[in-house]
């Protein structure tokens, strides 16, 4: 099965298209005001209205309220929610429960032991990511450029579908896919050429070197731990 990607934090028209063009499977927007990728409600519908159906959408919120996730899910109607804040897992059921979409929980990791985390969640998510631990002072839980030991998740099987986030680009995402061997990979920072500012030809150099790693991967194992 091909690899999933999902490009994140999108702003604009151009860079959509460019995501599309490409053939990313997923564009995630940014509901986090302190993020410099953050989209509001008003913009999230015209670029709803731009997308069509020509991609899956994902609404990316933190620790949100009702009232604002009714707000988000009403401007973007999105495909997927992405939790990717310190949402406990009744919180998480109650959120898929009351929008009745699929919904996927970012854990942070750096160790293999923040892998448990998701015993948690198997039963209340339908997707994981698996990002890095932010730094410490960041304000920020994820977008921050920062990779994780890949070695952490290689020949990992937790039962559902889970991507891989966190420092990715493209020079190094074919390393990650390889490593891990996961099913999807989520990009943000990496394909910037500032904070928030996507760059066109880096989005489309990530998603080739995404799909040529999934095609390498058919015909070789993922890497042995260390």
Not at 65 to 87: F, R
Not at 172 to 197: F, H, I, Q, Y
Request: hydrophobic share 45%; proline share 8%.
């Amino acid at each position: 099965m091909p690899v999933l990607v999902k490009v994140c934090g999108l702003r604009t028209p151009d860079t959509i298209d460019a995501a599309i063009g490409a053939g990313a499977d997923m564009l995630g927007f940014v509901f986090f005001s302190r993020s410099p990728r953050h989209v509001s409600c008003t913009d999230a519908m015209l670029l709803a209205r731009h997308i069509g159906d020509r991609a899956h959408k994902v609404a990316l919120t933190v620790n949100a309220s009702d009232d604002e996730l009714d707000a988000i899910v009403e401007a973007l109607a999105p495909d997927m929610l992405q939790l990717h804040g310190e949402e406990e897992p009744d919180r998480v059921a109650a959120i898929r429960a009351r929008y009745r979409l699929p919904v996927m929980k970012a854990v942070g990791v750096s160790t293999r032991d923040d892998v448990r985390q998701i015993d948690a969640y198997r039963s209340v998510a339908d997707r994981i990511l698996f990002d890095a631990k932010p730094p410490p002072g960041s304000a920020l839980p994820g977008g921050n450029g920062v990779p994780f030991d890949w070695q952490i998740l290689a020949d990992l099987d937790i039962g559902k579908p889970y991507m891989v986030s966190g420092g990715l680009d493209p020079s190094n995402v074919c390393k990650a896919l390889m490593t891990t061997g996961a099913p999807g990979v989520d990009v943000s920072s990496g394909v910037e050429r500032a904070p928030g500012d996507k760059d066109p030809a880096r989005i489309a150099a990530f998603v080739k070197a995404a799909r040529a790693a999934a095609e390498a991967a058919k015909a070789s194992p993922p890497l042995a731990p260390r």
